[in-house]
C-alpha cells in the first residue's frame, strides 16, 4: 500500500490571531485539554486504516505547543502503534514562540518529532502586536535557538507579508533576519483577509491600513531574489528550501495524495472521498466516546473533479507537472481535456509547456489564483 500522510489538529491557543480563520479556541482549560487528548488518541487508535504505512506526520493547528511534551508524545505513540511509522518519517509540528520551552522541546524530540514549523510571522515587534501575536522578535529568534539545542536540525520559519502598517523596510529587516537565523526552510504568506476574522471587519469597516497591491507584489518579488540568491530554492509559490530540506508532509498535499486527519475539524482524502471532523472539540469528543461518525461533510470526488484539483495543487509546485502521469492517473486526455484552457492561460503569459510538463510562468506565479479559476471543472 502506499503510505499515508497523516496530521493531527490541535484546535487550541493562548489567543487567536487578528487575522486566523483556522479551527482554533483560546483559554481552554487544562481538563477540556486533556479530555481532547485521550479523544484523540482513541480516533487513531479505532482508524480503519490501521496498520498502513506512514511517510509523514504533522501536528498542526490551532497550536500544538499549547499541549504539554508529555501530552504531545502520547498522542504521536498512538499514531506509532497504529500505523507503521516508516523509520525515515518527516515527523513534524507547528510551534507558538510564546508556547515553547527547551523542557518541551527536548519531550518532541525524544519523543520522536524530526522536524519543527516555527509561527514566526514578523522579527519586527510593532508588525507582530499589530498581528495579535503573543511573542516578541526576541521570543522567536530564542525559539529558534531553543530547538537547536534540543536536536532539531529541520526546521522551518513561517513569514507574513502585506501586513497592516508593514513597509517594505519592516519586509526587508525580517527577511534577513530570518535568513541570519538559517533555517533551512522558509514559507512566506501574504496576508488574506478571510471571512468572520477581526481583520476582515476592520478591512470592511476602513480601519486597516494595508498595503497597496503593487506593494505586496514587489515585497512577494524581493523575497522571492532575496531568497533564492541566499541559497533557497523556491520550490513551491510560498515555500523555500534550502537542498534536501523540502517540506515532505506538504508535498503530500500538493500531488493531491492521499492523507488521514484526525482532531475537531481535521480533512482526510482517501480513495477519492473528502471529508471533516466534527469541529467543536467538546462535540467532537463527545461524537468519540459514543462511536458516532465524526465527519460533518463528505464527497466523493469524480475523476474530473480530483483531476482538476491536482492540476491547481501541482501547479503551486515550481517544477511543475507532468501531463502525461495525470492521464494515467485519472483515466482523462489532459491535453484535450484542458486544450482551450491551456491555451488561454499561455497566451495570457501565465503557463509555460514545453516537452509535456507545465508550469507557471514568473507571472503566473503572482497570478496563482487567477490560474486556478480558470481551471475549476
Known amino acids: 500500500m502506499e503510505p499515508l500522510a497523516l496530521y ?31 479523544a484523540v488518541c482513541r480516533e487513531i487508535e479505532a482508524s480503519p486504516s490501521q496498520g498502513r504505512p506512514a511517510a509523514t506526520v504533522f501536528f498542526g493547528g490551532g497550536t500544538p505547543t499549547y499541549l504539554t511534551g508529555g501530552q504531545i508524545a502520547r498522542i504521536l505513540q498512538s499514531i506509532k502503534t497504529t500505523f507503521a511509522v516508516e523509520a525515515d518519517a518527516e515527523i513534524s509540528s ?82 534577513e533576519k530570518a535568513i541570519a537565523l538559517d533555517a533551512p526552510h522558509l514559507s512566506t504568506y501574504a496576508l488574506t483577509l478571510e471571512p468572520g476574522t477581526r481583520f476582515e471587519r476592520l478591512h470592511l469597516g476602513g480601519k486597516l491600513d494595508l498595503p497597496a497591491e503593487e506593494d505586496e507584489l514587489t515585497m512577494y518579488e524581493h523575497a522571492i531574489e532575496r531568497l533564492t540568491a541566499a541559497g533557497y530554492d523556491h520550490y513551491e509559490v510560498s515555500n523555500f528550501a534550502k537542498p534536501g530540506f523540502q517540506s515532505r508532509h ?46 460533518v461533510d463528505s464527497e466523493q470526488l469524480n475523476p474530473e473533479s480530483a483531476l482538476a484539483e491536482t492540476l491547481i495543487q501541482g501547479l503551486r509546485l515550481r517544477e511543475g507537472i507532468v501531463v502525461s502521469r495525470l492521464g494515467v492517473r485519472f483515466g482523462i486526455d489532459v491535453e484535450r481535456h484542458y486544450a482551450d484552457r491551456f491555451s488561454r492561460l499561455g497566451e495570457k503569459g501565465l503557463l509555460n509547456r514545453t516537452n509535456g510538463r507545465i508550469r507557471l510562468t514568473d507571472r503566473g506565479l503572482l497570478l496563482a489564483n487567477d490560474v486556478a479559476i480558470e481551471l475549476l471543472p
Not at 147 to 160: E, I, K, V, Y
Not at 265 to 282: C, D, F, H, I, Q
Open 8 to 38: 493531527v489538529h490541535v484546535p487550541y491557543c493562548v489567543r487567536k490571531c487578528a487575522y486566523c480563520d483556522f479551527n482554533a479556541y483560546s483559554g481552554a482549560r487544562p481538563a477540556e485539554v486533556e479530555t481532547f487528548v485521550d
Open 94 to 175: 507547528e510551534a507558538n514562540p510564546s508556547t515553547v520551552d527547551a523542557e518541551r522541546f527536548r519531550a518532541m524530540r525524544e519523543a520522536g518529532f524530526n522536524r519543527l514549523s516555527i509561527g514566526v510571522q514578523s522579527l519586527n515587534d510593532r508588525v507582530l502586536q499589530q498581528l495579535d501575536r503573543t511573542h516578541s522578535a526576541a521570543e522567536a529568534v530564542n525559539a529558534v535557538e531553543m530547538a537547536r539545542a534540543a536536536g532539531f536540525r529541520n526546521l522551518s520559519l513561517d513569514l507574513m507579508f502585506g501586513l497592516p502598517s508593514q513597509t517594505m523596510d519592516d519586509w526587508r529587516e525580517t527577511l
Open 250 to 295: 506538504n508535498l503530500v498535499y500538493w500531488h493531491n495524495q492521499e492523507h488521514l486527519g484526525f482532531g475537531p475539524g481535521a480533512v482526510s482524502y482517501l480513495a477519492g472521498r473528502r471529508w471533516t471532523n466534527e469541529k467543536n472539540p467538546a462535540i467532537y469528543a463527545e461524537k468519540v466516546a459514543r462511536g458516532i461518525d465524526l465527519a
